[in-house]
């Protein structure tokens, strides 16, 4: 489901060719979810599912979702630039500049990886790849979500604009 989100959302994007309400940050930090994510399953087969499709179709899904993210990062930082609102995606904004913002989500994620991680491959790498991976997806849309509470506080007068069509 994950994958034909991110196959949606670039539709929407190259289609509209808009990037507008799009977070960088949270698009970022799906590619080092599934970077982290891919680096463990590429190498072992603890966290695959046991039928068929751990075989062959959840490696697929991964990369593919990872080509969709950097897809979309590139579109972002791109061709789209003119498009996208860096002034409300300032996730992480304290005393750091606002583009190093994630590591404010990466760096608990990574010491609660180190720290607390399985042990099903029995090789620390590989298990807390695959952990920081978990952390990261459970928390990679929070700059989206602090950008739509940003855009909805703002000048839209507590409404976020979303555009599906190539009117926006």
């Not at 930082?77 to 913002?101: A, C, M, Q, R, V």
């Not at 909805?152 to 409404?159: D, I, K, L, P, Y």
Request: hydrophobic share 45%; glycine share 8%; proline share 4%.
């Amino acid at each position: 489901m994950r994958c034909f989100g991110f196959g949606i959302l670039n539709y929407r994007m190259w289609t509209a060719k808009s990037g507008k309400g799009l977070s960088i940050k949270s698009l970022e930090l799906y590619t080092l979810t599934f970077i982290a994510r891919l680096l463990s399953i590429l190498r072992h087969q603890g966290y695959l599912p046991f039928d068929k499709s751990g075989d062959w179709f959840y490696h697929f899904v991964e990369i593919f979702s990872l080509v969709l993210v950097l897809l979309a990062l590139y579109g972002m930082f791109g061709p789209l630039l003119p498009t996208y609102d860096e002034k409300n995606d300032k996730f992480g904004n304290l005393s750091i500049p606002s583009e190093f913002g994630i590591i404010y989500i990466v760096a608990p994620c990574v010491i609660l990886a180190v720290l607390f991680h399985p042990a099903l491959n029995r090789e620390a790498f590989s298990d807390t790849c695959w952990t920081l991976s978990m952390y990261l997806e459970a928390v990679a849309m929070l700059p989206q979500v602090y950008m739509f509470q940003r855009q909805a506080s703002g000048e839209g007068g507590g409404v976020v604009e979303v555009c599906f069509h190539a009117t926006c």
